[in-house]
């Protein structure tokens, strides 16, 4: 069965970087992509980028970029998203979730598989 | 970016009792392809989101028939035909079709 495992909780000091992992399992890792997607305490849901496993392309959000940076090992199936210069709104939890091999040839647009989330706090 | 908006923020429901979710996007979700990639998720909760119904109206494996999805273009709907205690929790829809974005969520609760 498809499963994503992601890393452990982590707690940053501000201006600190995070580095998250999400290891695919019961799929071929090549044929999807991974979309981030994180969760403020009880808020809802926002999209922070995707990468493809198949060709290691992305897409960020903009209100991301410049500080985020995914990446995939291939050998491991496992996915990686990295942000820098912490702030305290930060803190959230951060979801893997499965997504299409390419950004805009879709063939179902959905997140079907997600990890199990990891919180990440930012506190000095 | 396409802004999505639920209605309403906050549905009590009665058990057994049917319950409705409105998705609106601020243009078209309609791909260059043809599809609509509108899908719609479920968080229990203290779990990660679960995905429900894909392109509109494509239940996911495992998904109960009670849930149902329809709509095109902007409007879209998510029904719940007979709600039992464990449908409680916030559900998103989301789009594909221009980036990635979600709903604000709506928070299915029984009275």
């Known amino acids: 069965q498809v499963q994503l495992v992601q890393s452990g909780a982590e707690v940053k000091k501000p201006g600190a970087s995070v580095k998250v992992s999400c290891k695919a399992s019961?799929?071929?890792?090549?044929?999807?992509?991974i979309s981030w997607v994180r969760q403020a305490p009880g808020q809802g849901l926002e999209w922070m980028g995707w990468?493809?496993?198949?060709?290691?392309?992305?897409n960020y959000a903009q209100k991301l970029q410049g500080r985020v940076t995914m990446t995939t090992d291939t050998s491991t199936s496992t996915a990686y998203m990295e942000l820098r210069s912490l702030r305290s709104d930060d803190t959230a939890v951060y979801y893997c979730?499965?997504?299409?091999?390419?950004?805009?040839?879709?063939?179902?647009?959905?997140?079907?598989?997600w990890g199990q989330g990891t919180l990440v706090t930012v506190s000095s | 970016d396409i802004v999505m908006t639920q209605t309403p923020l906050s549905s009590p429901v009665t058990l057994g009792q049917p319950a409705s979710i409105s998705c609106r996007s601020s243009?078209?979700?309609?791909?260059?392809?043809?599809?609509?990639?509108l899908s719609w998720l479920q968080q229990r909760p203290g779990q990660p989101p679960r995905l429900l119904i894909y392109?509109?109206?494509n239940r996911f494996s495992g998904v109960p028939d009670r849930f149902s999805g329809s709509g095109a273009g902007t409007d879209f709907t998510l029904k719940i035909s007979r709600v039992e205690a464990e449908d409680v929790g916030v559900y998103y829809c989301t789009q594909a079709t221009q980036f990635r974005t979600f709903g604000q969520g709506t928070k299915v609760e029984i009275k």
């Open positions: 019961g799929y071929t890792f090549t044929s999807y992509g």
């Open positions: 392109k509109i109206s």
């Open positions: 979730a499965r997504d299409e091999r390419y950004f805009d040839w879709l063939l179902n647009g959905a997140f079907d598989y």
């Open positions: 243009q078209s979700l309609v791909h260059s392809d043809g599809n609509t990639y």
């Open positions: 990468i493809s496993a198949y060709n290691g392309n992305t």
